[in-house]
Structures are given as C-alpha cells and as structure tokens.
Nanobody
Framework: QVRLVESGGGLVESGGSLRLSCAAS????????MGWFRQAPGKEREIVAA????????YYADSVKGRFTISRDNAKNTVDLQMNSLKSEDTAVYYC???????????????????WGQGTQVTVSS
C-alpha cells in the first residue's frame, strides 16, 4: 500500500510561484513512476507533469511547459512540482499519483496510476 500526501497549495497572484510537494509512505519509492495531475471545477482531470522512477525521464503538458518543473528525491520519498509564472487557468486541485507497472517511463495517463493523494488546492488570482 502506498500513501501519498500533497502539500504546498494555496492562494497566489497571477505571475507568482508555488512549490507543491508529495510525500510517499512506501517501502521503495524508487520503484514508482510519479505524476502530478490537476482538476479544475467542471473540467476533467488532466496530466500536468510526470517523472520516471529514476528521474531521468520527464513529461510536461504543453500548457505548463517552460513554467513548471517536476523533480523527485528518492532518498526522501518526495516528488515536487515547482510552478512559476502562474496563471488563473492553473487554478485547480492538484493531485500526485504513483505507478508501479510502468515505473521506467514518465506515465501520462491517469488510468495507469495505482495510487493517488487527496489533492491540494491551488488558486491563482488574476
């Protein structure tokens, strides 16, 4: 069983920055690919960024490319999402997720993830 806990959400002005962190309670964190997803009110959940088990492969949605950075620390069992130049359209609940079966790649589809956190709210005011 994997438990994921997100933190770092909040209210920020447009153009500002936030850093989300996801702490995983798991025996071998490096066995899992990790992803960040978000869901805005009335919209479907979408991939934001993903990272392979080693951290060597990353993926970013076009909407966040160049503004967000995903990183992981396998020694600390954490995966972070640094969000810069935030826009109002980034407002959403952000979730981290863990995948065991395709851990060697950056997994981009939500149905492939096995474990999910409870989410953290990010609100960007314009």
């Amino acid at each position: 069983q994997v438990r994921l806990v997100e933190s770092g959400g909040g209210l920020v002005e447009s153009g500002g920055s936030l850093r989300l962190s996801c702490a995983a309670s798991v025996h071998t964190f490096s066995n899992y690919a990790m992803g960040w997803f978000r869901q805005a009110p009335g919209k479907e959940r979408e991939i934001v960024a993903a990272i392979s088990r080693s951290g060597g492969i990353t993926y970013y949605a076009d909407s966040v490319k160049g503004r967000f950075t995903i990183s992981r620390d396998n020694a600390k069992n954490t995966v972070d999402l640094q969000m810069n130049s935030l826009k109002s359209e980034d407002t959403a609940v952000y979730y981290c997720a863990a995948d065991f079966r395709k851990a060697q790649v950056a997994v981009t589809t939500d149905y492939e993830y096995d474990y999910w956190g409870q989410g953290t709210q990010v609100t960007v005011s314009s």
